[in-house]
């Protein structure tokens, strides 16, 4: 999917982007490479690839979930190279997002994008998923929305994303051909989290059959306190 393509794969769906935007994210492209020769980012670096799989693949949450294109606040948890939420954030350009990653590496190449892209309404904090939204802080049931791409599965992935949630928010997970199987796996630990599955939609990216499913948990009620566990414990534990 070359730039052209991604512009047209879009607006069949409703988003069409300026010649501002495109130069966001050939900029994004251009910069993702060049860090990526000396910080491990991406494994995926050829400009259709990148587009394709990075880029129209993270803006496909908002098909499936069109609250994306409000003014909501977001926040993405372990957003490595800045996926789902920079795109969606240059789409977008009224989303409040946050972004969270435990490796300070991808946080300092994350502002310097940030400010490279001209984005404003952009907070980056350095943190373990399992620290941000416990029981004592500050960004707990802060959020309009909370997503996460390729972090964990997706029972870990709740415990780490839910509390962060409002209640009447939403969690939105990005998942592979896996996402029926983890979704079956993580019912119960969803429930006890204060989560219900809304919608599990599956799709398939433009010239392929690389299938996804866009996984949407609506937080019903709030988060017991002693969740999530500390760090490490809910990949070695996963609930049930």
Same mark, same amino acid.
């Given at each position: ?77 372990? !957003? ?13 350009? @009224? ?19 940030? #400010? ?16 941000? #939204?416990? !029981?004592? =802080?500050?960004?707990?049931? @802060? ?21 962060? #949630? ?11 051909? =896996? ?55 809910? #990949?070695? %534990?996963?609930? %049930?």
């Amino acid at each position: 999917m070359n730039p052209e393509q991604f512009q047209a794969a879009l607006t069949k769906h409703q988003v069409t982007l300026t010649d501002h935007q495109l130069a966001q994210f050939a900029e994004y492209y251009q910069q993702l490479v060049e860090t990526n020769k000396h910080v491990n980012l991406t494994a995926i670096t050829g400009e259709q690839d990148v587009y394709l799989k990075h880029f129209y693949d993270s803006l496909t949450g908002a098909f499936i979930f069109p609250q994306l294109r409000e003014p909501l606040s977001l926040c993405d948890i372990g !957003a490595g190279a800045g996926f789902p939420s920079l795109p969606l954030k240059i789409a977008f350009p @009224q989303l409040r997002v946050t972004i969270v990653d435990s490796l300070n590496k991808r946080i300092n190449f994350l502002q310097e994008l940030v #400010a490279k892209l001209g984005l404003d309404d952009v907070t980056l904090i350095h943190a373990r998923a399992e620290e941000f #939204a416990n !029981a004592k =802080s500050d960004h707990r049931e @802060q959020f309009d929305v909370v997503t996460a791409r390729a972090v964990a599965n997706l029972t870990v992935l709740s415990e780490l994303c839910l509390p962060a #949630a409002r209640v009447g928010g939403y969690f939105l997970a990005y998942k592979g051909r =896996s996402g029926q199987e983890e979704l079956t796996a993580a019912k119960g630990a969803i429930t006890k989290l204060g989560g219900q599955l809304e919608q599990n939609a599956e799709l398939t990216l433009p010239g392929g059959d690389d299938d996804r499913q866009l996984i949407v948990i609506k937080k019903v009620k709030a988060t017991p306190k002693r969740y999530p566990r500390r760090p490490g414990i809910p #990949a070695k %534990k996963p609930l %049930k």
